[in-house]
């Protein structure tokens, strides 16, 4: 059984600080990793993908990954209220394949 | 706009009944999925679907059907042998990694 681990949360960050998201995943035949937002009641939508090990910079998200150790984390900066949701991870062994998803972490901001 | 539209929204279903969510995309992408998601977990995949008059079980097919006769079209049956049917239901397709999902088919057993 393939698994994807994630904090559920809730983690709660004050406005204009940074939130650490972790996630860890049992395939070592993961190639691709995506992080969703979802909103309660909502669909998720995709914020960021990466590849290869080491950071990606998008805006305030930042996505860190260490194939060896199997871990992916989402660095959010300068936290809003509007940051607050679900945020699922989702690795794949192919970039269009078969997404397993985390359970998800809650985040929090608090003005 | 393109996109992918779920219906109802909101669906109650009566014990011992089939019912059939609606996914239509005109987006043109090739694969289609749908997942199951209960409260405080993550998406589970159903069924997925690569190319028309195909498709493959997911993680927790049974007690689910679906057909894939129209690109455009994939249609989810939950029929009376899913016996814990109540859950929020997404669709989505692909085209590389690029994943849209549709707004969701809240499905509730009265």
């Known amino acids: 059984q393939k698994e994807v681990e994630q904090n559920s949360g809730p983690l709660s960050v004050p406005e204009g600080a940074i939130a650490s998201l972790n996630c860890t995943y049992s395939d070592r035949g993961s190639q691709s990793f995506f992080w969703y937002r979802q909103y309660s009641g909502k669909s998720p939508e995709l914020i960021m993908s990466i590849y290869s090990n080491g950071d990606k910079e998008d805006g305030r998200f930042t996505a860190q990954l260490n194939k060896a150790s199997q871990y992916v984390s989402l660095l959010i900066r300068d936290s809003q209220p509007s940051d607050s949701a679900t945020y699922l991870c989702a690795p794949s062994e192919v970039s269009w394949g078969k997404l397993q998803f985390g359970a998800g972490t809650q985040v929090v901001v608090t003005p | 706009d393109g996109g992918i539209t779920q219906s109802p929204k909101y669906l109650f279903r009566k014990e011992g009944q089939n019912v059939t969510l609606s996914c239509e995309q005109n987006?043109?992408?090739?694969?289609m999925y749908w997942y199951r998601q209960d409260p405080g977990q993550g998406l589970r995949l159903i069924y997925y679907?690569?190319?028309?008059?195909?498709?493959q079980k997911g993680d927790i097919a049974e007690g689910y059907s679906v057909s894939r006769e129209k690109k455009e079209s994939f249609p989810l049956t939950v029929t009376s042998a899913q016996k814990n049917p109540t859950a929020f239901y997404l669709c989505a397709s692909s085209s590389g990694e690029i994943r849209t999902f549709g707004s969701g088919t809240r499905l509730t057993v009265v």
């Open positions: 987006l043109n992408h090739d694969a």
């Open positions: 679907s690569q190319i028309v008059n195909d498709f």
